[in-house]
């Protein structure tokens, strides 16, 4: 059982260039979510999905896209990088959103926008 | 080294001693927290939660308090190992909705 699998670990991204970063969880969690997090902010919410099929915006999802075709997949997309996307981003999954269970994390991605 | 929480308090405990590490949350309607660890590298993890019809839960060498009327939680961690050493987080959840994260505490165990 694998749990929350993020890749690439590291990437080095030019301004203004694309990338997804991956994610995919194998415990058929319903919930799946991305954040951001950044010296002593926390954890930020990007884009979040209750399900397959349906995805929806978080704290700061300007500059990012997500969609959900499957229920163990939630990619997310940077469609032109800027260097305020400098951070590391984890995936995180929950069995189910409305009766408050606690996340997975996955390992994590740092991103540097040169 | 690890970028994320440079800026972040830090709690410095003897090998041994007892930590007490607080979280000031900000819905009075939570209803469900949880405080997570973070090691160097490595994504968050879950160590122990409470909902809001308690004010105390034991787990192994760890304790949450919940305070609802000052909205303060905390988390104690009994005999401080050295693999305790990483950054804590309470997070709360109010009836489903997303999580919200604290900023989070390093916990530095000193030999």
């Known amino acids: ?114 | 080294g690890e970028s994320v929480g440079l800026h972040l308090p830090t709690l410095s405990v003897q090998e041994g001693d007892n930590s007490i590490i607080n979280c000031a949350y900000s819905n009075s309607a939570s209803d469900y927290f949880i405080w997570y660890k973070q090691e160097s590298g490595k994504g968050p993890q879950f160590i122990i939660d409470i909902r809001s019809n308690m004010d105390k839960r034991q787990g192994q060498r760890v304790t949450v308090l919940l305070n609802k009327t000052v909205k303060h939680l905390s988390l104690q961690i009994a005999a401080t190992q050295p693999g305790d050493s990483a950054v804590y987080f309470c997070a709360e959840n109010n009836y489903g909705q997303n999580f919200v994260f604290g900023p989070g505490t390093r916990l530095s165990v000193l030999p």
């Not at chain 1, 995936?91 to 040169?114: K, M, P």
């Open chain 1, 1 to 114: 059982n694998a749990g929350v699998t993020q890749t690439p670990k590291f990437q080095v991204l030019k301004t203004g260039q694309s990338m997804t970063l991956q994610c995919a969880q194998d415990m058929n969690h319903e919930y799946m979510s991305w954040y951001r997090q950044d010296p002593g902010m926390g954890l930020r919410l990007i884009h979040y999905s209750v399900g397959a099929g349906i995805t929806d915006q978080g704290e700061v999802p300007n500059g990012y896209n997500v969609s959900r075709s499957t229920t163990e997949d939630f990619p997310l997309r940077l469609l032109s990088a800027a260097p305020s996307q400098t951070s590391v981003y984890f995936c995180a999954s929950s069995y189910s959103s409305r009766l408050n269970y606690g996340y997975t994390f996955g390992s994590g991605t740092r991103l540097t926008v040169v």
